[in-house]
C-alpha cells in the first residue's frame, strides 16, 4: 500500500531555513507527482507547489516565488520541501501529498501525516 | 491564479439533514474540481475528483456536481462522522488552489 511519511515537528528562529522529508513507499517513485500544502493554526489548506517525481520540474505558489524549493531524491523515493527566511506567519501543518489520476484529472490522494513547523523567536 | 470562493463558510445541521456546499470558481475550470473532507489533527481525506466521481471507499451519500464555474458537494443524509470542514480544490491549472472551507457543525 501506498506511505507517505514526513519528517517531524520543527522550531525555528525568524529568518531560518526549514527543509523537510517526505518519504513514500508502494509505488514507483517516478509515475507521479508531490504536491505541499500547508494550512496554518485555524486555517484553509493553502497549496505551496508541485514537483515531477521524474522529472523534476516545478511550479510554485506566486506567494512563496523566492523562498521554497522542492527537490526529490529519487534513489530514496523521498520528496523534500526548504523554506527561507522564515516569518511568525509560516507557523503551520506543512503536508506532502502524493497526486493520482491521470492528464484528464489530478487530485490529491495520499496525504502524509503533516509536520508541524512553528516559528518563533 | 484562480480563486476558489465556497458558500457557506459554516453551517449547522442535524443528523440525517440533507446538506449542500457550493464552490465557485473565478473562471472556467471545467469540471477539474475536487473535494476534500478534514476532521480536527487529520490530514484532508479525497472525496470526489472530477466534479462528481466518487473516490473509491467514500459513502455514497456523498456527490458532487456541477462544471464550468459553478459546483455542488452534497451530502444526501448527513451522519455523526460527516461533522468536519469540507474544502473544493480545483486542478485545472498549474497553481491547484482550494477554497477557503465549509465547516459543518451539530445544530
Known amino acids: 500500500q501506498v506511505q507517505v511519511v514526513q519528517s517531524g515537528a520543527e522550531v525555528k528562529k525568524p529568518g531560518a531555513s526549514v527543509k523537510v522529508s517526505c518519504k513514500t513507499s508502494?509505488?514507483?517513485?517516478?509515475?507521479?507527482?508531490i504536491s505541499w500544502v500547508r494550512q496554518a493554526p485555524g486555517q484553509g489548506l493553502e497549496w505551496m507547489g508541485w514537483i515531477s517525481a521524474y522529472y523534476g520540474d516545478t511550479h510554485y505558489a506566486q506567494k512563496l516565488q523566492g523562498r521554497v524549493t522542492l527537490t526529490t531524491d529519487t534513489s530514496t523515493s523521498t520528496a523534500y520541501m526548504e523554506l527561507r527566511s522564515l516569518r511568525s506567519d509560516d507557523t503551520a501543518v506543512y503536508y506532502c501529498?502524493?497526486?493520482?489520476?491521470?492528464?484528464?484529472?489530478?487530485?490529491?490522494?495520499?496525504w502524509g501525516q503533516g509536520s508541524l513547523v512553528t516559528v518563533s523567536s | 491564479d484562480i480563486q476558489m470562493t465556497q458558500s457557506p463558510s459554516s453551517l449547522s445541521a442535524s443528523v440525517g439533514d440533507r446538506v449542500s456546499i457550493t464552490c465557485r470558481a473565478s473562471?472556467?475550470?471545467?469540471?477539474?474540481l475536487n473535494w476534500y473532507q478534514q476532521t480536527p489533527g487529520k490530514a484532508p481525506r479525497l472525496l470526489i475528483f472530477a466534479a462528481s466521481t466518487l473516490q473509491s471507499g467514500v459513502p455514497s451519500r456523498f456527490s458532487g456536481s456541477g462544471s464550468g464555474t459553478d459546483f455542488t458537494l452534497t451530502i444526501s443524509s448527513l451522519q455523526p462522522e460527516d461533522f468536519a470542514t469540507y474544502y473544493c480544490?480545483?486542478?485545472?491549472?498549474?497553481?491547484?488552489?482550494f477554497g477557503q472551507g465549509t465547516k459543518v457543525e451539530i445544530k
Open positions: 480544490q480545483q486542478s485545472y491549472s498549474t497553481s491547484k488552489t
Open positions: 473562471q472556467s475550470i471545467s469540471r477539474s
Open positions: 501529498v502524493r497526486e493520482g489520476g491521470d492528464s484528464t484529472s489530478y487530485y490529491f490522494l495520499y
Open positions: 508502494g509505488y514507483n517513485f517516478p509515475d507521479y507527482g
